[in-house]
């Protein structure tokens, strides 16, 4: 089993930053993709950001030029670094993994708890 820990949610003032961490723990044989989504209440669940192996990072539109996702393979972390922050950016924040617990089984998909995000006045 895998375990996410997620950090660095909060409340902040429109225009503000703050940075999410995320760090993976457990049976990882491998990660090929490490990524945030968020739901807001009354929406459906969304990709924010993710960015797989050897590869560039991907970001939904809205969210584009303003976070920036990072991650640290050798450490099985990723970060989520948000700036120029909108009140509709307010949702509860998940971290995700598509990895392999063994290297003989299937891939998998978890999320974490959520660490809320408010950005509000």
């Known amino acids: 089993q895998v375990q996410l820990v997620e950090s660095g949610g909060g409340l902040v003032q429109p225009g503000g930053s703050l940075r999410l961490s995320c760090a993976a723990s457990?049976?990882?044989?491998?990660?090929?993709?490490m990524g945030w989504y968020r739901q807001a209440p009354g929406k459906e669940r969304e990709l924010v950001a993710s960015?797989?192996?050897?590869?560039?990072?991907n970001y939904a539109d809205s969210v584009k030029g303003r976070f920036t996702i990072s991650r640290d393979s050798p450490k099985n972390t990723v970060d989520l670094q948000m700036n120029s922050l909108k009140p509709e950016d307010t949702a509860v924040y998940y971290c995700?993994?598509?990895?392999?617990?063994?290297?003989?089984?299937?891939?998998?998909?978890?999320w974490g708890q959520g660490t809320q995000v408010t950005v509000s006045s």
């Open positions: 960015i797989a192996s050897g590869s560039s990072a």
């Open positions: 457990g049976t990882i044989f491998s990660i090929n993709v």
């Open positions: 995700y993994v598509h990895y392999k617990p063994t290297w003989y089984g299937l891939e998998k998909d978890y």
